[in-house]
């Protein structure tokens, strides 16, 4: 089980390989796994969004979970994504990856309905309560309709094993006042959810991020992390600078296909994205590679 202390640097939310059939392919999660772990990560976050997460059957969700704790093998912290529409649903993907052995879970707001502040509060402090493992939350309002608002993020930082928040949203303002009105808990922490916004959320006190683009670029993420803790500021930003051009393709293809695609063409071998989303066409391949090899991720 995590401990406060554990929860920080660079937590990559890990793409999902897929055979043909889109069930999972464990070796090629196994072999993700081992990329990102040689990059230095800090963490290993499993059906996240760039984990495809909405994608699968109850029984390779379960496959995903165990497959990564037993590969990860207590090397560095496994998260679990526990999200669903509802909060039974979340609870019994909590219940799952309390019994894979995971670390934690992640819980996104629910998407598609639209729950007031009082249903949303009733939802998390629920699926906290229902599992024995630290809960982080994780909002985006972008891709669920639906946000973890200041007041709201007070209430459940006050929650025992609520332990976290990612805040995967351009309002930087709002990861500002996450972290100003958490500060003097000592037992929370805020995680960057914008690849863009490592750097800064560091300076502003948070423990470090979740990044898609540490599926491809592991060292350069972590890079960020640790040459910021390390007082190598100028090394720090320069790194995130370097990012932005990787973090600049997730728009190439359709959410989330491009660090698939990324990863694929760098030699780990990921499968193709669920359908019903498609590869990147060929011209956005080939702009992909130019910003692979400038990164000096392909030769």
Do not use: W
């Amino acid at each position: 089980m995590l401990d406060i202390d554990d929860l920080r640097g660079v937590i990559p939310p890990i793409v999902t390989p897929v055979r043909e059939d889109e069930d999972l392919d464990e070796q090629g999660l196994k072999n993700v796994i081992d990329y990102v772990l040689q990059g230095g990560v800090h963490g290993v976050f499993v059906l996240g969004s760039n984990g495809e997460f909405y994608a699968f059957d109850s029984e390779n969700q379960k496959r995903a979970m165990e497959a990564t704790v037993n590969h990860v093998n207590g090397r560095v912290p496994v998260y679990a994504g526990a999200s669903s529409i509802t909060t039974q649903g979340c609870i019994k993907l909590a219940k799952m990856a309390e019994s894979a052995g995971a670390d934690a879970v992640t819980v996104l707001t629910p998407m598609f309905i639209k729950p007031n502040e009082h249903e949303l509060y009733n939802h998390f402090k629920s699926i906290a309560e229902a599992t024995k493992l630290p809960v982080i939350l994780y909002n985006n309002p972008g891709k669920t309709g639906n946000n973890i608002s200041l007041s709201l993020l007070e209430k459940l930082a006050q929650i025992e094993n609520i332990i976290g928040v990612k805040n995967t949203s351009l309002d930087f303002s709002q990861t500002v006042e996450y972290i100003r009105v958490t500060k003097s808990l000592p037992n929370f922490k805020v995680l960057s959810g914008s690849d863009y916004l490592i750097y800064g959320t560091l300076a502003y006190g948070g423990a470090g991020c979740v990044a898609g683009t540490a599926n491809v670029a592991p060292r350069l993420v972590v890079d960020i992390y640790e040459k910021y803790i390390a007082g190598d500021y100028t090394g720090s930003m320069d790194a995130q600078y370097r990012l932005i051009p990787l973090r600049n393709t997730y728009n190439y293809g359709s959410f989330p296909v491009v660090m698939k695609d990324c990863l694929n063409l760098i030699g780990v071998n990921v499968g193709r994205p669920v359908k019903p989303i498609e590869s990147c066409t060929e011209e956005r391949l080939a702009a992909l590679k130019k910003v692979l090899i400038d990164l000096e991720l392909l030769p």
